[in-house]
């Protein structure tokens, strides 16, 4: 069943697009990573890693070297022309359950609005952790989990520096983590 989900979730986004991806959530995803980047901001020196980039957003307003993975070849393809001629952004297609990445390798991790898409969340949180080795900003759909579940899923990963911000106004739990 984990490998006909994670189908399903690249047809839908393949399906979709980058364009209509771009119209359809660049406003909402744009108010989370604002509050993420208020609080997290990557160095010039840093490496972040920008798990389910859709089409680019995130990794976009990053100053550091960063790394965007996503499993939709088309959002990946919007990514690419946006990124082209930015000086140290590389593109990957992964999985967010088995990262291809070192331990440790990143200063900053983000998942935005990617674990409820992930056929086994607790896999996918606990290879950010893995990967991670500074700090990471972590979102997920209110409507897949309540703050409750949300945080439980973290401490499950054995998360334990968790910082919920005050999310009011978004679709989102917005989560700071010290990793």
């Known amino acids: 069943m984990g490998e006909a989900r994670k189908r399903g979730v690249a047809v839908k986004y393949d399906a979709l697009g980058g364009r209509i991806y771009d119209l359809r959530y660049t406003e909402e995803q744009g108010a989370k990573y604002e509050a993420l980047l208020e609080r997290i901001t990557p160095g010039t020196e840093d490496i972040a890693l920008d798990i389910g980039c859709g089409t680019g957003l995130l990794t976009e307003q990053l100053e ?3 790394v965007g993975l996503d499993i939709s070849a088309s959002l990946l393809s919007t990514a690419r022309s946006r990124l ?46 893995r990967v991670g080795r500074a700090r990471a900003g972590v979102t997920a759909l209110k409507k897949a989990f309540t703050r409750e579940s949300f945080e439980a899923l973290l401490r499950e990963a054995r998360l334990t520096s968790i910082k919920v911000l005050d999310s ?5 739990w917005v989560v700071l983590i010290d990793l």
């Not at 070192?102 to 950010?128: A, G, K």
């Not at 009011?168 to 989102?172: A, E, I, R, Y």
């Open 64 to 66: 550091s070297q960063a």
């Open 84 to 129: 082209r001629g930015r000086a140290r952004s590389y593109l990957i297609m992964g999985d967010a359950r088995v990262l291809p990445f070192r331990d440790s390798s990143f200063d900053v991790v983000f998942s935005v609005t990617v674990i409820q898409n992930t056929p086994d969340p607790l896999s996918s949180i606990e290879e950010m952790k």
């Open 168 to 172: 009011s106004g978004l679709n989102d």
